[in-house]
């Protein structure tokens, strides 16, 4: 389920899965009754997943598909936007397929290659429809038969021959609006059939011209005006390898020549990579293996590029010889304009930036870039969840830090936490009583001390409820631990060490 | 041609620049003249804000550029300790914090509330000890690091003389947390304290311990010896409080603290009202059973 504040800073239900739909929940629904039809269904054994809709999040991810689909299609435009309330959603795209479904072997093989790649790269479900007119691709994409759309065979419709399928979906598929739509629902019109058999001059008076315009671009009366995305310069240069080498010297080399001409094709323009891609082609194995290299500023240092590569290098496995290589710039930015200093820039801000870049990258490209973290508070009382950690890369660009909390927290956590936590047998004078001894499987203490409990009931919407009573306590030694009684079962945990 | 030439002649200027800065630097560092003070460079030595600690240093405070190792089991406080180092070090020098992890245990919550900001802070989870390794001279070798605080089992001599020389070259504070067990052992470090903690019956100043537990009793004690150091005598020892509430260090028995965050008074961290029904119901009961 998505949420979002409307107009007047209430949380209302954006869009919600069809098996949220079955629980009751609506869009424009306040997201607390939302929560609460949801709360049965996570009791019956459902996840649950609720998140805030950023609309320039889902714009910026629907263009990005976009981009991808451009291997599909020379032209790629957006859906028109469907209101939600006082919300407008991104819901598709437009592929204009007409000179290219030769090139993938028709039409359902070059849907079938389409939906395969998208959940590979992007794990997305998508709903297709292939039609002669844009509008009857839509509204077979959004209202076809859902085991039709998403099978190639079924989401084609024959060419030439679409209206017998189209003209019994729901008055929804022609984009009227949802006043316009309930209008036409209150009056018995609930299907295209029943629109279209109506004549044109008396569609016209009553509703004004968008029913009969979407009648007519729906049949290929009326051209459809698409708006398509423009696709941004590719940033790839290549090379094909004479004989297939498995030499690491040899493809490093390569590699940074490859680089040189690609920081040279950004100079022109004043742009540095921030994600750069090495393929590395091997024929024999039958894939390209791909090498990424993330960046905190926009650079077109070659040797840097190099180094970060040939990091990564040492760390992939080649299945085969290399018989091809190719350097791509995924995502390039402007570069910063610094004035020159006598010193170089080794004391000042820029050059301690430089400093940071150069030290999140090398260790990005070396470990992972998701094991280079910048850490956030998060709003949530169960400990597991109080904190998020995202990739500094991507932290520091930017992206992905909706639901940080940047307040001091107000009560005392061990600076080490198990997770999961580690069980405990503990001796207590009372059987709900705090701790008297504790063991773990590596050690056991005596209590000195105990403060609690602090009582912790949370996570409902997480699937099971967490209760617990949390104990900190100080062994005789004077060590100090943190541990929690689990309400349910009465069993201990061991979950920190104030270290 | 004649661009050249110029180009060449401040690059000359520039180098002799350099080098007359660096030997100020070397002359500053070494306190050879008197008198003679970096100005406009960010402080040499970082202070802890409490004295009885800083008085046990021979220079009055943690030297930049040096490796520091803290001896301590876990629940110990000996990384609360180091953290509290690593807090000193981001209030009084530029640049990040750098958080090497091999277990994935570090929580920022806690670090948050002893007043490390997490936005300049970088937690690296390394999966083996070469990585870790590789990972902490990366993060000392760069000037963008303030202070690098990690948890460090077993140390190759190699890998220690590496960090040292890289922290020295860039100015960072190496703070390595090792297992008591590894007192004895070789090291590069400049200096090495012992962290042990101390029953808090002794905090409470009652040596008969009849006295009821008051609010504010999740303080920790802890004594923190200085068992080598390379810049002076060692063998000085201090008694330091921990509060994991608010995030503080001082003294023990002493009410006043240097730095501005620090300077509420134990007495006044004492009070916390909340705290006073359940840690009171408790603490009676296991101080009769088992404290007696």
Same mark, same amino acid.
């Given at each position: 389920?998505?949420?979002?504040?409307?107009?007047?800073?209430?949380?209302?239900?954006?869009?919600?899965?069809?098996?949220?739909?079955?629980?009751?929940?609506?869009?424009?629904?306040?997201?607390?009754?939302?929560?609460?039809?949801?709360?049965?269904?996570?009791?019956?054994?459902?996840?649950?997943?609720?998140?805030?809709?950023?609309?320039?999040?889902?714009?910026?991810?629907?263009?990005?598909?976009?981009?991808?689909?451009?291997?599909?299609?020379?032209?790629?435009?957006?859906?028109?936007?469907?209101?939600?309330?006082?919300?407008?959603?991104?819901?598709?795209?437009?592929?204009?397929?007409?000179?290219?479904?030769?090139?993938?072997?028709?039409?359902?093989?070059?849907?079938?290659?389409?939906?395969?790649?998208?959940?590979?790269?992007?794990?997305?479900?998508?709903?297709?429809?292939?039609?002669?007119?844009?509008?009857?691709?839509?509204?077979?994409?959004?209202?076809?038969?859902?085991?039709?759309?998403?099978?190639?065979?079924?989401?084609?419709?024959?060419?030439?021959?679409?209206?017998?399928?189209?003209?019994?979906?729901?008055?929804?598929?022609?984009?009227?609006?949802?006043?316009?739509?309930?209008?036409?629902?209150?009056?018995?019109?609930?299907?295209?059939?029943?629109?279209?058999?109506?004549?044109?001059?008396?569609?016209?008076?009553?509703?004004?011209?968008?029913?009969?315009?979407?009648?007519?671009?729906?049949?290929?009366?009326?051209?459809?005006?698409?708006?398509?995305?423009?696709?941004?310069?590719?940033?790839?240069?290549?090379?094909?390898?004479?004989?297939?080498?498995?030499?690491?010297?040899?493809?490093?080399?390569?590699?940074?020549?490859?680089?040189?001409?690609?920081?040279?094709?950004?100079?022109?323009?004043?742009?540095?990579?921030?994600?750069?891609?090495?393929?590395?082609?091997?024929?024999?194995?039958?894939?390209?293996?791909?090498?990424?290299?993330?960046?905190?500023?926009?650079?077109?240092?070659?040797?840097?590029?190099?180094?970060?590569?040939?990091?990564?290098?040492?760390?992939?496995?080649?299945?085969?010889?290399?018989?091809?290589?190719?350097?791509?710039?995924?995502?390039?930015?402007?570069?910063?304009?610094?004035?020159?200093?006598?010193?170089?820039?080794?004391?000042?801000?820029?050059?301690?930036?430089?400093?940071?870049?150069?030290?999140?990258?090398?260790?990005?490209?070396?470990?992972?870039?998701?094991?280079?973290?910048?850490?956030?508070?998060?709003?949530?009382?169960?400990?597991?969840?109080?904190?998020?950690?995202?990739?500094?890369?991507?932290?520091?660009?930017?992206?992905?830090?909706?639901?940080?909390?940047?307040?001091?927290?107000?009560?005392?956590?061990?600076?080490?936490?198990?997770?999961?936590?580690?069980?405990?047998?503990?001796?207590?004078?009372?059987?709900?009583?705090?701790?008297?001894?504790?063991?773990?499987?590596?050690?056991?203490?005596?209590?000195?001390?105990?403060?609690?409990?602090?009582?912790?009931?949370?996570?409902?919407?997480?699937?099971?409820?967490?209760?617990?009573?949390?104990?900190?306590?100080?062994?005789?030694?004077?060590?100090?631990?943190?541990?929690?009684?689990?309400?349910?079962?009465?069993?201990?945990?061991?979950?920190?060490?104030?270290? | 041609?004649?661009?050249?030439?110029?180009?060449?002649?401040?690059?000359?200027?520039?180098?002799?620049?350099?080098?007359?800065?660096?030997?100020?630097?070397?002359?500053?560092?070494?306190?050879?003249?008197?008198?003679?003070?970096?100005?406009?460079?960010?402080?040499?030595?970082?202070?802890?804000?409490?004295?009885?600690?800083?008085?046990?240093?021979?220079?009055?405070?943690?030297?930049?550029?040096?490796?520091?190792?803290?001896?301590?089991?876990?629940?110990?406080?000996?990384?609360?300790?180091?953290?509290? @180092? %690593?807090?000193?070090? /981001?209030? &009084? $020098?530029?640049?990040? *914090? #750098?958080?090497?992890?091999?277990?994935?245990?570090?929580?920022?919550?806690?670090?948050?509330?002893?007043?490390?900001?997490?936005?300049?802070?970088?937690?690296?989870?390394?999966?083996?000890?070469?990585?870790?390794?590789?990972?902490?001279?990366?993060?000392?070798?760069?000037?963008?690091?303030?202070?690098?605080?990690?948890?460090?089992?077993?140390?190759?001599?190699?890998?220690?003389?590496?960090?040292?020389?890289?922290?020295?070259?860039?100015?960072?504070?190496?703070?390595?947390?090792?297992?008591?067990?590894?007192?004895?052992?070789?090291?590069?470090?400049?200096?090495?304290?012992?962290?042990?903690?101390?029953?808090?019956?002794?905090?409470?100043?009652?040596?008969?311990?009849?006295?009821?537990? @008051? %609010?504010?009793?999740? /303080?920790? &004690? $802890?004594?923190?010896? *200085? #068992?080598?150091?390379?810049?002076?005598?060692?063998?000085?020892?201090?008694?330091?409080?921990?509060?994991?509430?608010?995030?503080?260090?001082?003294?023990?028995?002493?009410?006043?603290?240097?730095?501005?965050?620090?300077?509420?008074?134990?007495?006044?961290?004492?009070?916390?009202?909340?705290?006073?029904?359940?840690?009171?119901?408790?603490?009676?009961?296991?101080?009769?059973?088992?404290?007696?």
């Amino acid at each position: 389920m998505l949420y979002a504040l409307d107009a007047r800073r209430r949380e209302r239900v954006v869009c919600c899965s069809p098996a949220a739909e079955q629980w009751g929940v609506r869009r424009g629904m306040p997201r607390s009754e939302a929560a609460a039809r949801l709360e049965m269904a996570s009791r019956r054994g459902h996840t649950v997943v609720q998140c805030r809709w950023s609309s320039t999040e889902d714009r910026a991810a629907l263009e990005e598909l976009a981009v991808f689909c451009g291997q599909f299609s020379p032209q790629v435009a957006h859906t028109t936007y469907s209101s939600a309330g006082s919300w407008t959603l991104a819901d598709g795209l437009f592929l204009e397929i007409t000179g290219t479904r030769h090139w993938f072997g028709g039409e359902e093989s070059l849907v079938a290659q389409a939906i395969r790649a998208i959940a590979e790269r992007w794990g997305y479900r998508a709903c297709w429809g292939v039609a002669d007119t844009p509008a009857a691709a839509w509204a077979w994409a959004r209202y076809g038969p859902p085991e039709a759309t998403t099978n190639p065979a079924g989401a084609c419709l024959p060419p030439g021959n679409s209206w017998p399928q189209i003209k019994g979906l729901p008055i929804a598929a022609l984009r009227l609006g949802e006043t316009l739509e309930k209008t036409l629902i209150q009056l018995g019109i609930e299907r295209i059939e029943q629109l279209a058999a109506l004549p044109a001059a008396s569609l016209r008076m009553r509703w004004g011209a968008l029913p009969a315009e979407r009648l007519a671009q729906l049949q290929g009366q009326l051209q459809e005006l698409l708006q398509p995305i423009a696709s941004p310069e590719s940033w790839c240069v290549e090379q094909v390898l004479e004989y297939p080498t498995a030499s690491r010297p040899q493809v490093e080399q390569v590699v940074a020549g490859l680089m040189g001409r690609l920081a040279e094709r950004l100079a022109q323009k004043q742009l540095g990579a921030l994600e750069l891609v090495v393929w590395l082609g091997c024929r024999a194995a039958g894939c390209r293996l791909p090498m990424r290299i993330g960046l905190l500023e926009p650079t077109a240092d070659v040797e840097h590029w190099r180094q970060l590569a040939c990091m990564q290098f040492e760390q992939t496995p080649l299945p085969a010889a290399v018989t091809s290589l190719a350097v791509e710039a995924v995502r390039v930015g402007r570069l910063p304009v610094r004035e020159g200093r006598l010193f170089g820039n080794s004391c000042s801000e820029a050059g301690a930036g430089r400093a940071l870049a150069d030290l999140v990258e090398r260790l990005s490209a070396r470990l992972g870039p998701q094991a280079v973290l910048r850490p956030y508070l998060a709003p949530d009382r169960q400990p597991e969840y109080a904190w998020a950690g995202r990739p500094y890369l991507e932290a520091a660009a930017g992206r992905g830090q909706a639901h940080c909390v940047q307040s001091r927290p107000t009560v005392a956590r061990p600076l080490w936490l198990y997770q999961p936590p580690l069980p405990l047998h503990v001796m207590a004078v009372v059987p709900e009583g705090p701790p008297l001894r504790c063991q773990t499987a590596r050690f056991q203490f005596t209590v000195a001390r105990c403060w609690g409990p602090e009582r912790i009931e949370t996570g409902w919407w997480r699937g099971a409820s967490v209760r617990r009573d949390y104990y900190r306590v100080e062994a005789d030694d004077g060590r100090h631990f943190w541990i929690f009684r689990r309400l349910g079962d009465g069993r201990w945990f061991l979950q920190g060490e104030f270290v | 041609m004649g661009n050249t030439a110029a180009r060449r002649t401040v690059e000359q200027l520039r180098r002799q620049l350099q080098q007359w800065e660096q030997e100020r630097r070397l002359v500053c560092r070494s306190g050879w003249l008197p008198g003679v003070e970096e100005s406009g460079l960010p402080a040499e030595r970082i202070g802890t804000g409490v004295e009885s600690w800083d008085r046990l240093m021979p220079e009055g405070g943690f030297r930049r550029g040096t490796l520091v190792e803290f001896f301590g089991a876990g629940g110990s406080g000996v990384g609360t300790v180091a953290l509290w @180092v %690593a807090r000193c070090a /981001l209030q &009084q $020098v530029p640049g990040v *914090l #750098v958080v090497v992890e091999r277990r994935q245990r570090f929580y920022p919550p806690a670090a948050a509330v002893w007043g490390i900001p997490l936005d300049r802070c970088i937690w690296v989870q390394v999966p083996d000890k070469r990585l870790q390794a590789w990972t902490i001279d990366q993060a000392l070798r760069s000037p963008a690091v303030a202070a690098v605080w990690s948890w460090v089992e077993r140390l190759e001599e190699q890998w220690g003389r590496r960090w040292q020389l890289a922290a020295e070259s860039a100015g960072t504070l190496g703070l390595l947390l090792r297992p008591s067990t590894e007192r004895g052992r070789r090291s590069w470090a400049d200096m090495q304290w012992m962290v042990v903690p101390e029953c808090t019956q002794a905090l409470r100043g009652d040596s008969t311990g009849n006295r009821q537990p @008051v %609010a504010g009793e999740t /303080l920790r &004690q $802890v004594r923190l010896t *200085l #068992v080598r150091s390379r810049l002076g005598p060692a063998g000085g020892s201090c008694r330091l409080v921990l509060d994991d509430f608010r995030g503080l260090v001082a003294a023990a028995g002493q009410e006043e603290t240097r730095h501005g965050a620090s300077g509420l008074s134990v007495v006044a961290a004492l009070a916390y009202p909340a705290a006073v029904r359940s840690a009171s119901l408790v603490g009676r009961r296991t101080s009769g059973a088992v404290c007696s």
